[in-house]
């Protein structure tokens, strides 16, 4: 008996968490598994993406999740839409005539450090758009991290209400249900729900290529030491002597 007791109390082993936040693995093994097909170092991506070599490496070995903005950079730097960092099977690429459908509620749902989202037609590859359902929790700027900018443009449908939209060069906005707003992606911006209940809305994201990778001006750091997508320091000018 006290040798049962004493490997209960033991409690499972340190280092074997499971992946973060609930996610099932399919992220990080996908990450390493499109790497190392490319024959690309964690340093090689972390200089394409501007995430730093330590979160790939968490984010590889399921220690830690990222947001949605440090996905569409992902994608981009492994030249991959963004549907194929959660399915190992690959989207169908059509060059014309395409077309796909999504019934309610069968996106690919997952979640990012940020909110819970559906991506939206993930069997088809290749989009110029990303679309998804985004089910926003935190109520300040401090529970999502700060704002975070990336290539593209977005277009924001307001399913259920209110939705804050702060970005680094207006003042932070209510939208409402049924209400939208479309801003330029490389400003700075984050979502906050402005009331008790998660708030959904629709994001489509215009991706401009993986050729234009370089963390916007604004961006604040994505994690660790490294110099990638921070933001400038702006000091006022003082008027000459």
Do not use: W
């Amino acid at each position: 008996m006290a040798k049962t007791a004493r490997v209960r109390a033991a409690g499972p082993r340190r280092g074997r968490r499971a992946g973060a936040g609930g996610d099932d693995g399919t992220l990080g093994r996908r990450v390493a598994a499109l790497r190392r097909a490319r024959g690309l170092t964690l340093r090689a991506l972390s200089e394409r993406s501007g995430i730093s070599e330590s979160m790939l490496s968490r984010l590889e070995n399921r220690h830690a999740m990222i947001n949605a903005h440090s996905l569409l950079r992902l994608a981009a730097a492994l030249e991959v839409d963004i549907a194929a960092l959660f399915q190992d099977g690959a989207a169908e690429t059509i060059r014309t005539g395409r077309r796909t459908v999504t019934r309610s509620g069968a996106g690919v749902h997952r979640r990012t450090s940020r909110f819970r989202f559906e991506l939206l037609c993930a069997d088809l590859a290749g989009k110029k758009m990303v679309p998804s359902i985004n089910r926003i929790a935190a109520t300040t700027l401090a529970e999502v991290g700060g704002l975070r900018a990336h290539p593209g443009e977005e277009f924001i449908f307001v399913l259920a209400g209110p939705v804050v939209i702060h970005t680094e060069c207006y003042a932070p906005m209510a939208l409402a249900a049924g209400d939208s707003v479309y801003i330029d992606s490389t400003m700075a911006h984050a979502y906050t729900r402005g009331a008790k209940a998660d708030e959904a809305i629709i994001l489509v994201v215009a991706t401009r290529g993986a050729a234009e990778t370089t963390p916007a001006v604004g961006a604040v750091p994505l994690a660790g030491p490294r110099r990638a997508a921070t933001r400038p320091l702006r000091k006022p000018r003082r008027p000459p002597q």
